[in-house]
Structure formats: C-alpha cells, structure tokens
C-alpha cells in the first residue's frame, strides 16, 4: 500500500514563505527532500519528492501575505 494513500496520513504538505530558497536549503537538507522547481501559475514552486513520491511544495508568499503558513491534507479513503 502506498503510505500516502493511507487513510488519515499526511498526503501532501504545503509551506507559503516570505523566503522559499532558505527554507528549501533548511529543510531538504534537515529531511533529505528531494526539491524540483516547477512554474505552476504565475510563479515558480518548488515540488518536494520523497521516495519518489510527490508530497508538497514550498511557495513563494504573496505579496499581500507575506507570513509563512504551513497547510497540511490528510488522505480520505471513503
């Protein structure tokens, strides 16, 4: 079974930050991510890979919003 697929896992991750190459520095080397920007939009994302797995990203704030939030989704199977 796919562990993301399972039912109340963390399935995808989100971090919005006023400074994503930082946090992309801090926490790809803190959890081994494996970090791929990709333009999604108007602005450049970066997607976060685990296991090969795609799990999150880390974006870049808006300039209207420029604290950092943290948005976490959890798997539901039924």
């Known amino acids: 079974m796919n562990p993301f697929e399972q039912h109340g896992a963390l399935s995808w ?3 919005i930050t006023s400074d994503p190459e930082a946090a992309q520095a801090f926490y790809g080397e803190l959890f081994g ?3 791929k920007p990709r333009q999604m ?3 450049v994302q970066t997607v976060i890979e685990v296991a090969g797995q795609e799990m999150g990203h880390i ?8 604290d950092a939030a943290h948005l976490g989704h959890l ?3 039924g």
């Open 13 to 15: 991750g989100e971090l």
């Open 33 to 35: 991510w494996t970090l």
């Open 59 to 66: 974006a870049p704030s808006p300039e209207s919003t420029p």
């Open 75 to 77: 798997y539901h199977s």
């Open 41 to 43: 939009g108007r602005s």
